[in-house]
């Protein structure tokens, strides 16, 4: 782990609220990810459970969660199952935690090794009382697993094992908490984005005519990197030109050219949380007046979306006002006829040619984090702004994120000191 000690309250807060919304006579169980393959004997970095990082702080594979609230000794109330290391292992990949360590990060008094589990979960499921059990599903609403998880594999086992016990969904219930993000989250959170603005300044420095998108990939790579992160916390866009206009371009493979704008979507990760930031530039380092009108019809939207987020907001009310500002600014930009609005099919509105996807999502463990996007906003949610409007024919897209943590007041931009108006842009990139 790069990033250090993590407050192990976090996690004994996290799961206290979770047996807080459990019904009676329960046990949980989560599992870490499953180390993924690629050729020959190769692997995919391990990437975490973001469910028992949440519960555990954990960030080891073969790693198992159990919960059993009610059992008869109050040892067994939590345990921390890990895969216990050798020699072998050491030499081959290095330190695992040991059981003193597990307890100091986790709280959880209770570690033991991974082959100790089928006892005592078998002890836990036929003599300790327990009629529901709650597994854990990749329950997002984007998501399409073709792979079978950990999760899935263990749930099967579970129900041809136990059949007639109860079994319940675990995701509402952490989609719910986890929306919801505590001040240690938020702090995390805060420096995933500090780590985005320095790269991001970096490369503002950096970008001019001829450079290449990976060029500037690496540059973005190389602070993150040294600041503590373990990298991007998506595959980042950097899109020049006519890709400015493509949602999720990656390929990062052109030469940058002069007169083009460059829309980079990248963000750090930290900890395990993610930022998310979304600015346009101008690869010459200076905006042509119709770049700068574009932009400028962007960012007021994006100030306008700042000012709407607030308690109680429901994200689709939302999005339909900006949606609306969107077409006021397109009219202005002279690419929408007020006329041929009037006529629209409104099941086809004409902005949709030039402004096509979501204008937030929220954030946090997960870049599109866990909740209900049905659901009335909350103190403490973390949100994207990402407003664009997108011209093809002009080869020109421009979108700006930020990411804003919802307060009884309104929001904390957690990006605020990063260069967002023109003229800030445009100095840092012609400053020596």
Not at 268 to 273: Q, S, T
Not at 363 to 376: A, T
Request: aromatic share 10%; charged share 30%.
């Amino acid at each position: 782990m790069r990033y250090g000690k993590i407050n192990k309250d976090l996690f004994v807060n996290n799961r206290k609220n979770l047996v807080g919304k459990l019904k009676s006579n329960s046990v949980v169980v989560l599992n870490a990810n499953d180390v993924m393959p690629t050729n020959s004997d190769g692997t995919m970095r391990f990437r975490q459970n973001s469910d028992l990082f949440y519960l555990s702080g954990v960030d080891q594979e073969e790693t198992i969660l159990v919960l059993c609230p009610d059992f008869p000794e109050k040892k067994y109330h939590e345990v921390l199952f890990l895969r216990e290391t050798n020699e072998h292992i050491a030499t081959w990949e290095g330190h695992k935690l040991t059981k003193e360590e597990a307890r100091a990060a986790t709280g959880i008094e209770t570690v033991l090794w991974l082959s100790e589990f089928p006892k005592l979960f078998n002890t836990m499921m036929v003599m300790g009382n327990v009629e529901h059990v709650y597994l854990n599903t990749n329950d997002h609403y984007r998501a399409d697993p073709s792979v079978e998880s950990r999760d899935a594999r263990f749930i099967k086992f579970c129900q041809q094992k136990y059949p007639l016990h109860k079994y319940e969904r675990l995701a509402p219930i952490l989609h719910d908490l986890r929306s919801v993000k505590s001040q240690f989250e938020i702090d995390l959170m805060q420096k995933a984005c500090d780590i985005t603005e320095k790269a991001f300044r970096r490369v503002l420095k950096f970008v001019k005519p001829g450079v290449k998108e990976y060029e500037i990939e690496a540059e973005y790579a190389h602070e993150f990197l040294r600041n503590g992160s373990r990298g991007f916390a998506y595959e980042p866009i950097i899109a020049s030109g006519s890709d400015s206009c493509v949602l999720h371009y990656i390929e990062n493979k052109k030469e940058c050219k002069d007169g083009d704008v460059l829309l980079l979507d990248v963000g750090a990760e930290f900890a395990n949380y993610n930022a998310d930031l979304t600015r346009t530039i101008p690869v010459n380092g200076r905006f042509t007046q119709r770049q700068k009108d574009v932009y400028n019809a962007v960012l007021r939207v994006h100030r306008a979306a700042m000012q709407m987020l607030k308690p109680g907001v429901i994200y689709y009310d939302y999005h339909k006002e900006i949606q609306k500002l969107i077409e006021a600014e397109l009219v202005n930009l002279k690419l929408l006829d007020r006329e041929d609005i009037k006529k629209q099919n409104p099941d086809k509105p004409l902005f949709f040619k030039y402004y096509m996807h979501g204008t937030s999502h929220m954030l946090g463990l997960d870049v599109h984090d866990v909740g209900s996007m049905y659901q009335k906003m909350k103190a403490g949610m973390v949100w994207t702004i990402e407003p664009g409007i997108y011209i093809k024919e002009e080869g020109l897209g421009v979108r700006i994120e930020n990411n804003v943590v919802i307060t009884e007041n309104g929001v904390h931009d957690l990006m605020k000191n990063i260069p967002i108006e023109v003229e800030e842009i445009e100095e840092i990139m012609n400053s020596k």
